[in-house]
């Protein structure tokens, strides 16, 4: 090319599609969903794979993917969160159960992964193992060790022996005061499967264990609480009185982040409930929500939220807008809700209509800092419920909190609705059957490089770098209609198998 041709093409307006103000503008747009726009491709020039996705989640709390699963008795129990956490994302625990129940959930997922095991059983040297009565405890001289490998295979009398003929006594230790990098590596040249930490009289202050830096190797991005490296754990309240009997339970359980359910967040009832936790919880970090609007999203705001989660009526299995005619199209409450929330350093999740990857980089690419997932998690093997076969297919059962079936199962899903003392029941949600996905982990792996590979097409290395794309107007948008809708996906085949990832 000639040097009058190059500074020629310098000066070529070259601007193109819409900047998300201008996509969204209150005088000539409609509602949107994220079917809606497309995002335009900018420059690429770095590898995929050198993509950052970490977020703040709450004001206090990051996860490495902004991925998170819904707090729906389909969804997310004890198996989902954990199994999210480790992914780098984060599980909503239900609370369509007993608050027993829910707490238990809540513990399993707070001891799966541990740093310094704080509360070890402690036993006195002659205690037996068929006298289970916890006669010893932390601070105490330590004498010794009993791992179940150690009993595992005495049977009869051998059982009635005492503890001090079955520990060891060749112990690993480490001085109160370590960090837990040096702690586990330690761990690691020892070989051995317990680490004691213990003060200067050799008194016992907490342990570490080998399982658990396993756990660390494998899943290296795994959402944990700084400091103590056990999985961060969200979980679901309502805003009814009698929920405070089980913000307590869970608190206790050790719970991180609470999330307030309710399907219109603006109300008197979430405002108490949040100014009620941080009053007694100030450490407990709270998602509010839901909310579609930048005047709700404000009111909870001013109560105290660390973050906001926003959607009314676009789920797959709700019907709030159909019914109540009452909601907003995803795209635009996204845009909107995180407009306003940005300002005051609050993290929104998007919470609905999310179908796919493309779905997802669109809500984050219009401010949200995570993802929330019901009916893309619901066929996973670790979504709760019993696979079954209909026509050939591997299903399993997918309900909306708003669907009666929900509401006769628990009172929850009837408090999330104000419905819990109504004679006749309103339904807001559907029951149906999502197709088998397979392990949520393999899946989550594939909705990270998705993203990533996504993010690489728009020429952004983070969600920080896209937020600020967007914001500066680098990052464009195109409106496309009905018919470039179904240009973009699959169409003139006689048949197609699609297959997302293997």
């Known amino acids: 090319m000639s040097q009058s041709m190059k500074d020629l093409i310098k000066t070529v307006d070259v601007e193109d599609g819409l900047t998300a103000e201008e996509l969204f503008d209150r005088k000539s747009s409609v509602g949107m969903t994220y079917n809606d726009f497309l995002i335009l491709p900018g420059y690429i020039d770095f ?5 950052n996705c970490e977020v703040q989640i709450t004001k206090n709390y990051k996860i490495k993917n902004p991925f998170i699963s819904s707090p729906m008795d389909t969804v997310t129990e004890t198996d989902m969160a954990i199994s999210m ?43 037996t193992m068929t006298l289970k009565r916890k006669d010893g405890k932390m601070k105490s001289k330590l004498l010794g060790i009993v791992t179940l490998r150690d009993i595992d295979f005495l049977q009869g009398d051998d059982r009635k022996k ?225 696979y079954f076969y209909h026509d050939g297919h591997k299903l399993k059962r997918y309900r909306g909190m708003g669907s009666l079936d929900a509401m006769d199962s628990g009172k929850a899903a009837a408090k999330r609705y104000y419905s819990e003392n109504d004679a006749i029941k309103v339904a807001q949600g559907v029951s149906g059957a999502v197709v088998d996905r397979g392990s949520v982990k393999k899946f989550l792996e594939y909705l990270e490089l998705g993203l990533k590979h996504s993010l690489q097409d728009i020429g952004v290395k983070s969600l920080q770098e896209l937020w600020e794309g967007v914001k500066n107007g680098k990052v464009r948008f195109e409106k496309r209609t009905h018919s470039a809708q179904i240009e973009g996906g699959i169409n003139g085949l006689f048949s197609y198998e699609k297959r997302l990832y293997q």
């Open 85 to 127: 956490a480790l992914m780098g994302g984060l599980g909503v625990i239900h609370h369509n159960c007993t608050i027993k129940q829910q707490a238990s959930m809540v513990r399993k997922v707070k001891s799966f992964e541990n740093g310094f095991i704080l509360d070890p059983i402690c036993l006195s040297p002659d205690n």
């Open 162 to 386: 005492k503890l001090r003929d079955v520990m060891i006594t060749d112990l690993v230790t480490a001085k109160d005061g370590i960090s837990l990098s040096e702690a586990n590596e330690i761990l690691r040249k020892s070989k051995k499967g317990k680490l004691l930490i213990v003060d200067s009289e050799f008194r016992l202050v907490s342990l570490l264990s080998r399982s658990d830096l396993i756990k660390t190797r494998d899943f290296p991005n795994a959402s944990i609480v700084p400091g103590t490296n056990q999985l961060l754990c969200a979980a679901a309240v309502s805003t009814h009185p009698d929920d405070k009997k089980r913000i307590d339970a869970l608190v206790e359980a050790g719970l991180d982040i609470i999330v307030i359910d309710s399907s219109q967040g603006n109300s008197s009832f979430q405002i108490d409930t949040i100014k009620y936790i941080k009053e007694k919880y100030p450490k407990i970090d709270i998602i509010g929500g839901n909310v579609v609007t930048k005047e709700q999203a404000r009111n909870l705001i001013e109560a105290g939220v660390d973050g906001l989660r926003i959607g009314m009526g676009s789920g797959s299995i709700c019907i709030t807008q159909e019914v109540m005619a009452c909601g907003r199209p995803q795209g635009t409450a996204v845009y909107r809700v995180c407009q306003l929330a940005r300002e005051f350093g609050i993290p929104c999740i998007a919470d609905g209509g999310v179908q796919n990857v493309g779905h997802i980089v669109k809500a984050l690419a219009l401010g949200a800092s995570g993802v929330m997932m019901g009916g893309l998690l619901a066929g996973t093997t670790e979504a709760p419920g019993e």
């Open 47 to 51: 590898p995929a794979d050198v993509v």
